[in-house]
C-alpha cells in the first residue's frame, strides 16, 4: 500500500521559510516521479514543482521559481520542499504527489490527473 505523508506546515510571517517533507512508503521511489502541489481556499489545486523520473530534472511554477526548491533524498524514500520568502499568496495546503516514471512525463510534469499517488496535505498559512 502506498502511502505519502507530509509535514511541516505551519504558520509563519511573510517573508519567513519553511520546509516541507513527504515520506513515501510501499513504492520504489527511484521508479517515480515526485511533485508538490497546493490549494488555496476557494482555487483549484495548482502545480507548485516536481521532479520527473525520466529527467531527474525540476520543473517549477512560475509563481515559485527562484523561491521555492524541490529535492529528493533516495535513501530516505523522501522529497523536501524548499519555501522561502514566504508572500501571502502562499497560503494553502500543500499535496505531495507521486506518479510512475515513464519517458515522456516531462510533458505532463504540471498534469494533477497524471499523478498517481496523493498524500494527505499539509497547510501552510503565511501571515502578512
Known amino acids: 500500500q502506498v502511502q505519502l505523508v507530509e509535514s511541516g506546515g505551519g504558520l509563519v510571517q511573510a517573508g519567513d521559510s519553511l520546509r516541507l517533507s513527504c515520506a513515501a512508503s510501499?513504492?520504489?521511489?527511484?521508479?517515480?516521479?515526485m511533485g508538490w502541489f497546493r490549494q488555496a481556499p476557494g482555487k483549484e489545486l495548482e502545480f507548485v514543482t516536481a521532479?520527473?523520473?525520466?529527467?531527474?530534472?525540476?520543473a517549477y511554477a512560475d509563481s515559485v521559481k527562484g523561491r521555492f526548491t524541490i529535492s529528493a533524498d533516495n535513501a530516505k524514500n523522501t522529497v523536501y520542499l524548499q519555501m522561502t520568502t514566504l508572500k501571502p499568496d502562499d497560503t494553502a495546503v500543500y499535496y505531495c504527489?507521486?506518479?510512475?516514471?515513464?519517458?515522456?512525463?516531462?510533458?505532463?510534469?504540471?498534469?494533477?490527473?497524471?499523478?498517481?499517488?496523493w498524500g494527505q496535505g499539509t497547510q501552510v498559512t503565511v501571515s502578512s
Open positions: 504527489a507521486a506518479r510512475r516514471g515513464s519517458f515522456n512525463d516531462a510533458l505532463t510534469i504540471d498534469v494533477v490527473t497524471k499523478y498517481d499517488y
Open positions: 510501499g513504492l520504489t521511489f527511484n521508479n517515480y516521479g
Open positions: 521532479i520527473t523520473w525520466s529527467s531527474g530534472s525540476p
